[in-house]
């Protein structure tokens, strides 16, 4: 009778365990040359941004001798003159045009974009995808080939030089991005609140500006910075029909344009600090803004992705 066969566990090859920590070790190694990188990367990107925006502030409290003389050096007098020249000659004006003009631009904007955006994400209808993509298109059309028939358009409507005028090109151009921006956002939101404010008797009005607006919150306040980022720096809409039309027509400069009349000006007369003082008065609303909602507009980027 033969013996009976004992089984025996497997023993591991040493050389198998021997590798996974060096694995391991491997893994963490690339990490951390990883992590090292990006936040290098990181640190040279914040650095090409806040080392201009330092320079242009400091310039402003310099004289034009100091400028010539060393662009970086460090300022000797800082007295706030400067900017109350700035603003007398002209950059308050340019200042108090473009508020009016983005005061109702970018609220309807807003308005428009987000029921546009709204009917598309939450209602099947014939032609629902066709409208989106259009709005889509609209996105990738550049400004520059449609300013000539745009001009003739507004000047049909009797509009250059107007503060309506620009506030409807505006609301125009920024509407495809608002619509491609929310649709998004308004297809995470959940259906089930929808229809029980449909069921409770709700019309689809006030479903939508009492129940589905509110909970898009973050992502109006992130689109909404947006649009007052892009129109707040739009230049070539502006000088297109922002230009007076007669010697009796009044100049509506916006800021941007004002910066350029501001900056030919010092052809003739040097007062460079002035011209930065300018850009700085210009500058400041746009980073405050920012700074101020930069986590909402974190969440309203990255809610979508969450949901």
């Known amino acids: ?12 090859d040493q050389r198998s365990v021997d590798k996974r920590p060096a694995r391991a070790g491997e893994r ?38 100091q400028i010539a003389g060393s662009a970086f ?15 007398e000659k002209g950059i308050g004006d340019y200042f108090l045009n473009t508020v009016i003009v983005l005061a109702f631009s970018v609220p309807l904007t807003m308005l428009f974009g987000s029921m546009a955006a709204y009917v598309l994400a939450r209602y ?27 001009f003739f358009m507004v000047k049909r409507l009797d509009m250059l030089n107007t503060y309506q005028g620009l506030i409807l090109v505006y609301v125009a151009y920024s509407m495809p991005f608002t ?29 939508f500006f009492q129940v589905m607006l509110p909970m898009a919150k973050p992502g109006l306040i992130s689109v909404g910075i947006f649009n007052t980022l892009g129109q707040w720096n739009q230049f070539i809409l502006p000088t297109v029909l922002m230009q007076p039309q007669s010697g009796d027509d009044p100049e509506r400069y916006v800021l941007t344009q004002g910066l350029i009349q501001l900056q030919q000006q010092q052809g003739y007369a040097t007062d460079l600090p002035v011209l930065f003082a300018g850009v700085t008065i210009a500058m400041i609303p746009m980073l405050v803004v920012y700074l101020s909602f930069q986590r909402q507009v974190q969440a309203g980027l990255t809610s979508a992705t969450l949901k």
Do not use: C, Q
């Open 124 to 150: 099947e209808f014939w032609g629902n995808r066709l409208l989106y993509y259009f709005f889509v298109a609209g996105a990738m059309f550049p400004v520059f080939l449609a300013l000539v028939p745009l």
């Open 1 to 12: 009778m033969s013996a009976p066969i004992k089984e025996t566990a497997a023993i591991p």
């Open 179 to 207: 619509v491609f921006f929310m649709h998004a956002f308004f297809r995470t939101l959940p259906t089930a609140v929808f229809e029980a404010s449909i069921l409770d008797g709700a019309s689809h009005t006030r479903t």
């Open 73 to 87: 050096g460090w300022p000797e007098n800082w007295s706030f003159d400067v900017f109350t020249r700035a603003w």
């Open 28 to 65: 963490r190694g690339e990490g951390v040359v990883l992590n090292a990188f990006s936040h290098g990367f990181l640190a040279v990107w914040a650095l090409l941004i806040v080392l201009p925006l330092l320079w242009l502030v400091l310039s402003s409290f310099k004289t034009d001798a």
